[in-house]
Every structure is written in structure tokens, then in C-alpha cells.
């Protein structure tokens, strides 16, 4: 007599896309599917940022002093747009990923006055008050 625990009905077996769902259902409830995802991401960035270790392109120096502003006001601008935007998760994934710490990101004033915006014109009290009615937007929803 066969041991019934080895034996399958038709019901018990799950058809290919059945059980294609139910993994994924069980990854994503588990947090398995994020974790696979962060892990595929990082390492494309890694490969995208890095092709020399691959032997396919030489490095391109990039001057550290005279790019750091620049590299600031750009992260600060990229930051200041997902947080408008509403886009969390990119901002939390884009503060560590640019080194940029959310206390030293630049104000919209910062910025008007690196690009030499006049702060008597017209475009830069408009661009102002524009970014204080964002920032009293989030203010009052995180209240």
C-alpha cells in the first residue's frame, strides 16, 4: 500500500502561472521581491559607475574642488524637485546615494543668488514665494 502523503490530487497541483503568482505574492509579502530589487539596483549602479573594472572605458577625472558647489546646487535642485514632487523613496534612496546630507541641501535663495538672480527682479521674488508656498505645504501635511 502506497503512504497517501506522497500522493497528489489534481486540486493540490498549481498550473505554472498559479504558482508563478503565489511566489511573487510570497517574495513581496516577505519583503524578498525588495531586497532582490535593491540588490539588482545597486549592482547596475555599480557596473554603470564603474566600467573600468571591466576593462571597457578609462576613468574621467573629475575635478573635486572646483565641482563641489556645482555637484551641490545640482544635488540640492534634484532634491528640492523629488520632495515637490512627493517622490519619498527616490529622496530617501537619493540623499544616500549623493552623499548629501538633508541639512546641507540649499535653499531656492541659495541657489538664486549662486546663479546671480537679482533679489529686487521680479523672477526671483516669484521663484521665492513659490518655494515658500511648497514648504508651507509640507509643513502643514506633516502636521
Not at 32 to 61: A, C, W
Not at 90 to 115: N, R
Request: aromatic residues 6%.
Amino acid at each position: 500500500m502506497m503512504a497517501q502523503s506522497n500522493m497528489f490530487t489534481v486540486a493540490d497541483v498549481l498550473s505554472q502561472d498559479e504558482l508563478r503568482k503565489k511566489l511573487y505574492q510570497t517574495f513581496k509579502d516577505r519583503g524578498i521581491l525588495d531586497t532582490l530589487k535593491t540588490q539588482l539596483r545597486n549592482q547596475l549602479i555599480h557596473e554603470l559607475m564603474h566600467p573600468v573594472l571591466s576593462g571597457e572605458l578609462q576613468p574621467r577625472s573629475i575635478s573635486v574642488e572646483g565641482s563641489s558647489l556645482l555637484i551641490g546646487a545640482s544635488n540640492s535642485l534634484v532634491a528640492d524637485h523629488l520632495q515637490r514632487c512627493g517622490y519619498e523613496y527616490s529622496l530617501s534612496v537619493f540623499f544616500p546615494e549623493s552623499g548629501l546630507a538633508k541639512e546641507k541641501v540649499f535653499t531656492m535663495q541659495d541657489l538664486l543668488q549662486l546663479i546671480k538672480i537679482n533679489p529686487t527682479s521680479s523672477l526671483y521674488k516669484s521663484l521665492v514665494s513659490g518655494s515658500d508656498k511648497e514648504n508651507q505645504k509640507a509643513i502643514k501635511s506633516v502636521t
